[in-house]
């Protein structure tokens, strides 16, 4: 019954893209711990500059994405994961060509499933979850990221019970 319900609210997400005038899409892989991480989502730029004066300048979008997770431990289990999160990016002025950017976030996720094994029951299905990242936006337009995330489900202390999860991403987006 979960799982359906996280197939209904990705396909509702889907469903809305034109309204919500999406901007690109990701696609995600990574893992740590014996824990694999696929996630798929899609963005929406914000029109915000903000510290603009030199060459350098903080923006953001916000990120809605849909994750499996699996543990490959014998006595592992799957779990989606859905996820929004508002995230700053400090990057360039310019556009065009290869350019730097820092990514941090906070989001907010929701499990179907709170334990993955032994070493990773997380205590509640609604985790916060924050990261830092680094890549490069590259093209005419900028219009392809190619970067690397460190991200950290928890629940921070809402369950007595946290063994929080951490996940090394590798990460490309196409903007339109």
Do not use: C
């Amino acid at each position: 019954m979960k799982h359906s319900a996280f197939a209904f609210l990705f396909a509702g997400l889907a469903a809305t893209a034109p309204a919500m005038a999406v901007d690109g899409y990701i696609v995600e892989i990574g893992g740590a711990d014996r824990v694999q991480s696929l996630r798929i989502g899609m963005i929406r730029q914000w029109a915000d500059q903000w510290f603009d004066e030199g060459n350098w300048h903080l923006t953001g979008y916000w990120e809605a994405t849909l994750a499996y997770l699996n543990s490959n431990r014998p006595e592992g289990k799957s779990a989606a994961d859905a996820g929004v999160s508002p995230v700053f990016r400090f990057r360039p002025n310019a556009m065009g060509g290869a350019q730097p950017y820092w990514d941090v976030a906070l989001g907010l996720h929701l499990l179907s499933r709170t334990h993955l094994d032994d070493q990773h029951n997380l205590g509640s299905a609604l985790q916060l979850a924050p990261l830092i990242g680094v890549g490069v936006t590259f093209g005419e337009k900028s219009q392809y990221d190619l970067g690397y995330r460190f991200q950290h489900l928890t629940n921070f202390g809402l369950q007595e019970t946290d063994d929080g999860l951490s996940l090394h991403q590798v990460r490309l987006t196409y903007l339109y």
